[in-house]
């Protein structure tokens, strides 16, 4: 019993420290997180029924991917900083904090949950008719937003060399 209390603090201090270090990141990081397990279970249940065989590899691949999704929202969390560093030497007073890492995460978090739903689809399940559609336009209006705010990346005004695959 006293092990279970013991656990139990340890956990609310954690997510208690984790929640006031990131502030308002906190809830779309841990619903990014939380998409990306169930992601990563519901795949690996989906894939019988696509005909694949889940294998080390496949799952190593697909934890990094999760990794290097986390790791995005960090490079995010960069960027606000350095937006924020700029503004207070130019005189502009902008303190909103981890704009662009939650929007990183938000469509991340979309993605994922596109992901899931596919992969519950393959499982067998029907889905709710408009969950899929609804999901997917939330994604793509996070897009929209973006590409209104800091213009359209077709533009190629001072874009990266980096391909997106998907």
């Keep these: 019993m006293n092990e279970g209390k013991t656990i139990r603090a340890?956990?609310?201090?954690?997510?208690t420290t984790l929640s006031a270090w990131l502030g308002h990141l906190a809830i779309?990081?841990?619903v990014l997180v939380g998409c990306n397990v169930i992601d990563y279970i519901t795949g690996l249940m989906a894939a019988p029924h696509r005909g694949e065989r889940p294998n080390s590899y496949k799952g190593f691949n697909g934890i990094a991917k999760k990794v290097c999704m986390w790791i995005l929202?960090?490079?995010?969390?960069?960027?606000?900083?350095l937006i924020i560093y700029a503004a207070d030497h130019v005189s502009q007073n902008f303190k909103e904090p981890f704009v662009v890492a939650i929007v990183v995460a938000l469509w991340l978090a979309f993605n994922e949950m596109i992901s899931i739903l596919e992969n519950i689809r393959d499982i067998g399940v029907t889905l709710p008719?408009?969950?899929?559609?609804?999901?997917?336009?939330?994604?793509?209006?996070?897009?929209?937003?973006v590409d209104?705010?800091?213009g359209n990346a077709d533009d190629k005004d001072g874009e990266s060399d980096i391909e997106n695959d998907g």
Excluded: C, N
Excluded at 130 to 144: A, D, G, I, P, S
């Design 10 to 15: 340890v956990v609310v201090l954690v997510f």
């Design 28 to 30: 779309p990081v841990y």
């Design 73 to 81: 929202v960090g490079v995010g969390a960069m960027v606000d900083i």
């Design 129 to 145: 008719p408009f969950l899929l559609r609804l999901v997917t336009m939330l994604k793509k209006k996070t897009e929209q937003i």
């Design 148 to 150: 209104k705010e800091v």
